[in-house]
């Protein structure tokens, strides 16, 4: 009987676990994405704004879909499955994404083009140099905010002597 007991408890846990899985996305502004959560025929998007949930639509197979924010460029909807389609992501829809009330998706969206300043000592005279760089930073290459900038050298050094 106990045995059985604890069998039922570590299966119900396991089950909560994975159902209460958080899963982190991070996108680049201007992409399409989706958000996928388990429902039975009836769901409400959410999102978590200063501390607290705020609704962004509810969704019933068959039913309409009601809207509870404006939505002018209609970059909010639904899929067949209830799945929320967020069109041409901005910085502003990153945050924690909610299913009839259970935290689902943390949502991190970067900029198209991001603009970072870095500070490096060249070794050769110790002076200080800004290295202004550009461009997409590859999701994992680097710390938000943070570049790494190698030192060229000398084409002397890349020779072999002769």
């Known amino acids: 009987m106990f045995f059985l007991a604890l069998t039922g408890f570590l299966l119900y846990g396991s089950a909560h676990t994975a159902h209460s899985a958080v899963l982190n996305q991070s996108l680049t502004e201007g992409s399409d994405t989706f958000l996928f959560c388990k429902n ?7 999102k978590g704004v200063d501390g607290q949930r705020v609704d962004i639509l509810t969704a019933e197979h068959g039913d309409i879909t009601v ?4 939505d002018p460029d209609h970059r909010y909807s639904v899929l067949g499955d209830l799945s929320l389609l967020i069109k041409r992501v901005s910085l502003s829809d990153s945050g924690i994404y909610f299913c009839n009330t259970v935290p689902v998706v943390n949502l991190t969206v970067t900029p198209l083009h991001s603009v970072t300043t870095v500070r490096t000592r060249m070794e050769d005279d110790l002076e200080e140099t800004d290295f202004l760089y550009s461009g997409n930073t590859e999701e994992g290459s680097a710390e ?19």
Do not use: A, C, N, Y
């Open 40 to 46: 039975d025929g009836k769901v409400i998007w959410g």
């Open 67 to 70: 809207k509870h924010r404006p």
């Open 144 to 162: 938000e905010g943070q570049v790494s900038v190698l030192p060229f050298l000398p084409v002397e050094m890349l020779t072999s002597p002769q």
